[in-house]
C-alpha cells in the first residue's frame, strides 16, 4: 500500500522568512496530492493540491511542487505571518486494497511555528 | 451552509459497549471517508465510501464497522470499542475521492 513520509516534524521559522515541508510517497499510481492546514482544536482544511500532470502550483504565497519521477512533493510558504503556524498534512491518493477506490494517505505532520 | 456534521462531539464510554459515531454531509457528495488522529501519527483512514452501497478499508480497519445506505449518512460503528480506540476521529467528504475533503469537526472518543 501507499506510504507517505513528511519532514521535518517540527519547524520554526522567524516570520517574513520561507518554510518548506516534504513528502515522499511510494506508490507510483498515486494521481492526486493535497496539503491540509489543523489549526489547534479545529478540523483540517486545504490550502492547496496538485495533480500527477502538473510541476508546480502557486496560491499567493503558498506554492507546491511535484517530482513525479523523485515521488516526492513539497509545500512552500513564503512570507510567513504567525497565522501560518499551525500543523499541516500532506496526503495522496491511491489504489485502494480492492486494487480500486481512491485511499487517501496522509503524512505525521509538521508543526510550523512563526516567531516573530 | 455546506457542512459535514459529526455527532457525538464528545463521548466517554467502557470496554465493550457498542457505539456509533454519526457523519451527515448535505452536499451531495459521493464520497466520505472517516479518520482517526492520534499524536505522532498523523491522520489515517479507516474506512471509505466511494458511492452509496460502495465501502472499501482504509489503512486501519480493525475493530471498526461502516455502512452507506443513503449517500448523505456514513455511520462509523465500533462492536467491542476497545481503549486503544480512544483517539480523535474525523468524518470528511468530498465529490469524488480526488477531490478536497471536507472536514467534520471531530469526535473526541475515551474508551475506559
Known amino acids: 500500500g501507499e506510504n507517505v513520509e513528511q519532514h521535518p516534524s517540527t519547524l520554526s521559522v522567524q516570520e517574513g522568512d520561507s518554510a518548506v515541508i516534504k513528502c515522499t510517497y511510494s506508490?507510483?499510481?498515486?494521481?492526486?496530492f493535497p496539503w491540509y492546514k489543523q489549526e489547534l482544536g479545529k478540523r483540517p482544511q486545504l490550502i492547496i493540491d496538485i495533480r500527477s500532470n502538473v510541476g508546480e502550483k502557486k496560491d499567493q504565497r503558498i506554492a507546491v511542487t511535484l517530482n513525479k519521477t523523485a515521488k516526492h512533493f513539497s509545500l512552500h510558504i513564503t512570507e510567513t505571518q504567525p497565522e501560518d503556524s499551525a500543523v499541516y498534512f500532506c496526503?495522496?491518493?491511491?489504489?485502494?486494497?480492492?486494487?480500486?477506490?481512491?485511499?487517501?494517505?496522509f503524512g505525521t505532520g509538521t508543526q510550523l511555528k512563526v516567531e516573530l | 451552509e455546506a457542512q459535514v456534521t459529526q455527532n457525538p462531539r464528545y463521548l466517554i464510554t467502557v470496554t465493550g459497549k457498542k457505539l456509533t459515531v454519526t457523519c451527515s454531509q448535505n452536499?451531495?457528495?459521493?464520497?466520505m471517508s472517516w479518520y482517526r488522529q492520534d499524536p505522532g501519527l498523523g491522520l489515517r483512514q479507516i474506512y471509505y465510501?466511494?458511492?452509496?452501497?460502495?465501502?472499501d478499508k482504509g489503512d486501519v480497519p480493525e475493530g471498526y464497522k461502516v455502512s452507506r445506505k443513503e449517500k448523505r449518512n456514513f455511520p462509523l460503528i465500533l462492536e467491542s470499542p476497545s481503549p486503544n480506540q480512544t483517539s480523535l476521529y474525523f468524518c470528511?467528504?468530498?465529490?469524488?475521492?480526488?477531490?478536497?475533503?471536507?472536514f467534520g469537526d471531530g469526535t473526541r472518543l475515551s474508551i475506559l
Open positions: 465510501s466511494m458511492n452509496v452501497e460502495v465501502t
Open positions: 506508490d507510483s499510481a498515486s494521481n492526486y
Open positions: 470528511a467528504s468530498s465529490p469524488l475521492g480526488n477531490q478536497p475533503q471536507h
Open positions: 452536499m451531495n457528495h459521493e464520497y
Open positions: 496526503a495522496a491518493i491511491a489504489r485502494g486494497v480492492s486494487g480500486g477506490g481512491n485511499k487517501l494517505t
